[in-house]
């Protein structure tokens, strides 16, 4: 759900809105983000007429989503007449021809003035900076926005601002002289269904939701799409965003931050100091110390080495890898035990003959049951 912002938001923020949309362009250096600076804090609506994307010419250049939609709940000749009509009538907007207008519409600083260049082409460039949708009071609605020449209106939480269509859909009823509040339809301007229209003109500053959907449209969702394509305003609802905190006093969020961010920097400086001084005290073990351990006593060690049909190659490298060992030869003896066979042994034997160390071998024999034999041969490394 889109965060909701009233105008009040919208100002203090330095946002921009239009058409029920809210934008950020605080930060924009694109030329039309540049033209936006010049509007932050208002409702620049005015300067987005989107009713005249009815235009069967503009819809050429709209998106082709927009375009199909559009196509599909306004009816071409009935939108033709009402672009003529609106552009030989109107004071506020002018300029460019039946394909190309408005080219001038009313300031959003002073809407009873026209001049301001109509952005209508740039709006999807207003949508890609969307932040929310534009919130407006229901009173406002009813009180302020409840006659003929201001008229909107309420579906489903939506407003709609629907004067452009009842003021050129519709005539003044007058009698002897006097304007009638009535209206009545003129058919061939009236590009939306008939039934729409009425419900329109006769209810200017109220909720319809009720009637709306009693009018059984054929298809209800599409002329949803379509008001808010053309009349959107903004919506009655208030919805914040889901990040919430970010709606608070940024004043407290910026003390917590720099709060935070002492107490980080003080805990990454012990943590530093920590470390170095550890690695000193490790440093502070002299050369000494170190000969001291390496002169320390060492134990004699007795390596056991059983085999069973070794071939040489193994006992090889596992003899040398023993012969190869930092403990004292004086303090270590070899172990071999043979399983008996005589090949073991000689290999044995000629392993021990090409180690290059003295040794004083001795053999001992093992007997089992049956005829098998064993023995076991040790050496002083």
């Known amino acids: 759900t889109d965060q909701t912002f009233t105008l009040d938001n919208v100002e203090s923020r330095k946002f921009v809105a239009a058409n029920g949309i809210v934008s950020d362009f605080t930060l924009s250096q694109s030329s039309f983000g540049r033209m936006m600076h010049g509007y932050i804090g208002y409702d620049v609506s005015s300067v987005f007429p989107l009713i005249s994307q009815i235009n069967p010419e503009m819809r050429e250049m709209l998106p082709s989503s927009t375009a199909t939609l559009l196509s599909k709940c306004v009816t071409n000749n009935e939108a033709e007449q009402f672009i003529e009509h609106w552009r030989s009538e109107s004071t506020l907007y002018s300029g460019g021809n039946t394909d190309s207008f408005p080219e001038r519409c009313p300031f959003p600083q002073s809407p009873q003035t026209s001049g301001a260049d109509c952005l209508t082409s740039s709006w999807p460039q207003f949508l890609n900076s969307k932040v929310g949708v534009f919130k407006i009071n229901i009173t406002e609605v009813t009180e302020r926005h409840a006659s003929p020449t201001t008229s909107w209106v309420i579906i489903d939480d939506h407003v709609y601002d ?3 269509y009842v003021t050129y859909a519709s005539d003044q009823v007058v009698h002897n002289g006097t304007v009638d509040t009535s209206r009545t339809l003129r058919k061939e301007t009236m590009f939306l269904p008939e039934n729409l229209t009425r419900l329109f003109i ?4 109220q909720d319809i939701s009720t009637q709306f959907h009693a009018l059984s449209l054929k298809d209800e969702s599409l002329y949803k799409q379509c008001m808010d394509t053309l009349f959107l305003r903004g919506t009655t609802l208030t919805t914040k965003s889901p990040f919430a905190c970010a709606n608070t006093n940024i004043v407290a ?11 980080f920097v003080r805990f990454a400086v012990a943590e530093i100091y920590a470390q170095v001084r550890a690695r000193r005290v490790v440093l502070a073990v002299d050369e000494d110390s170190a000969a001291s351990l390496e002169q320390a006593p060492r134990n004699s060690v007795l390596v056991v080495v059983p085999c069973f049909n070794e071939p040489i190659e193994t006992l090889t490298r596992t003899i040398q890898g023993i012969a190869r060992s930092a403990h004292p030869d004086s303090q270590t003896l070899l172990w071999v035990i043979n399983d008996g066979n005589p090949d073991v ?3 044995i034997l000629r392993v021990l003959s090409h180690s290059g160390h003295a040794s004083d071998p001795k053999f001992y024999g093992a007997y089992g049951g049956g005829d098998v034999g064993g023995g076991s041969f040790s050496a002083a490394r």
């Open 202 to 205: 006769s209810n200017p500053g």
């Open 345 to 347: 042994l000689e290999s």
């Open 253 to 263: 969020w910026v003390t917590f931050g720099l709060y935070f961010l002492v107490v």
């Open 162 to 164: 629907v004067s452009m």
